[in-house]
């Protein structure tokens, strides 16, 4: 069983960085696919970024995209998301998941990951 724990969430000004890490333990996730989501107050769960298992493919929502950065490192069973650019918008409790998909596939739905992290809160000040 996967457990996950996110990590490097803070407080941040506006057009700065944060890079948040997620740690998986229990068993390995070299064949799963895993993401990133983020829930604002009032606001449901969206998808942030996702990345195939194998790493190879990722994708980013629109709001995101050319500001934060997906990757992972499945020796060391972690993942990351580097934020730049910040904005007062992306402030959300950002969360890390994880399904078994050994395909060169990005999950965006919720829905389908099976296994969450705690969150970490990133607040961006204007």
């Known amino acids: 069983q996967v457990q996950l724990v996110e990590s490097g969430g803070g407080l941040v000004q506006a057009g700065g960085s944060l890079r948040l890490s997620c740690t998986a333990s229990?068993?390995?996730?070299?064949?799963?696919?895993m993401g990133w989501f983020r829930q604002a107050p009032g606001k449901e769960r969206e998808f942030v970024a996702g990345?195939?298992?194998?790493?190879?493919?990722?994708d980013y929502a629109d709001s995101v995209k050319g500001r934060f950065t997906i990757s992972r490192d499945n020796a060391k069973n972690t993942m990351s998301l580097q934020m730049s650019s910040l904005k007062p918008e992306d402030t959300a409790v950002y969360y890390c998941?994880?399904?078994?998909?050994?395909?060169?596939?990005?999950?965006?739905?919720?829905?389908?990951?099976?296994?969450w992290g705690q969150g970490t809160q990133v607040t961006v000040s204007s």
């Open positions: 998941a994880a399904v078994m998909y050994w395909t060169m596939t990005v999950v965006t739905t919720s829905a389908t990951y099976d296994v």
């Open positions: 229990g068993r390995t996730v070299r064949n799963y696919a």
């Open positions: 990345i195939s298992s194998a790493g190879g493919v990722t």
